[in-house]
């Protein structure tokens, strides 16, 4: 693919890619404010951009065989827990930005959780094997992932048992 091309469809991708989350974001709030069917729209329009994005991420070969899959997935959360997250946390923190350093913190205890899992995963998968989980809790507060039983709080943030998803 030649370079224009491709860099067209990488800035595509990012920006479906963030319209599809914003408008997810937008349903939740439009829902609680008792706006249902504004809620729907949002989230209707946030998977047809989800579609938008994932044809762009297929035209720029970005979808390979499950086990490199993990292995991209792998070495995304291992760049945001040893580089990413450290570095905006400090700048947070440098700037006295409560709110960053809260969000920036989370994140970073639940992307080595992540990098774990996947790596478990990847590893059943060249193994020939499915990854041996039941259920995989995550906390709609912090995103701390967990799987087995469901605690009575949040490791991370300490948000009820009622906050944590079950998948």
């Given at each position: 693919?030649?370079?224009m091309?491709?860099?067209?469809?990488?800035?595509?991708?990012a920006?479906?890619?963030?319209?599809h989350?914003?408008?997810?974001i937008f349903?939740d709030?439009?829902?609680k404010?008792?706006?249902?069917n504004?809620?729907?729209?949002?989230?209707a329009i946030?998977?047809?951009?989800?579609?938008?994005?994932?044809?762009h991420?297929?035209?720029?070969?970005?979808?390979?065989?499950?086990?490199?899959?993990l292995q991209?997935a792998?070495?995304?959360?291992?760049?945001?827990v040893?580089e990413?997250?450290?570095?905006?946390?400090?700048?947070a923190?440098?700037?006295?930005?409560?709110?960053?350093v809260?969000?920036?913190?989370?994140?970073?205890e639940?992307?080595?959780?992540?990098a774990?899992?996947y790596?478990r995963a990847?590893?059943?998968?060249v193994?020939g094997?499915?990854?041996?989980?039941?259920?995989?809790?995550?906390?709609?507060?912090?995103?701390?992932?967990?799987?087995?039983?469901?605690?009575?709080?949040c490791?991370?943030?300490?948000a009820?048992?009622e906050r944590?998803?079950t998948?």
């Open positions: 693919m030649r370079k091309t491709e860099g067209n469809l990488e800035a595509a991708f920006g479906e890619s963030k319209a989350m914003r408008y997810l349903a709030k439009a829902e404010e008792g706006h249902a504004v809620a729907r729209l949002f989230r946030a998977f047809a951009e989800q579609v938008h994005a994932t044809n991420f297929k035209n720029l070969d970005g979808l390979g065989a499950t086990a490199d899959n991209v792998i070495d995304g959360e291992t760049y945001e040893e990413m997250y450290p570095a905006f946390r400090a700048v923190e440098l700037q006295g930005e409560a709110g960053a809260r969000s920036t913190t989370w994140a970073l639940a992307e080595k959780i992540h774990d899992l790596g990847k590893t059943a998968v193994d094997q499915d990854l041996d989980v039941d259920k995989i809790h995550i906390c709609e507060v912090c995103g701390w992932t967990g799987t087995g039983e469901k605690p009575d709080k490791p991370i943030c300490g009820k048992a944590i998803r998948f």
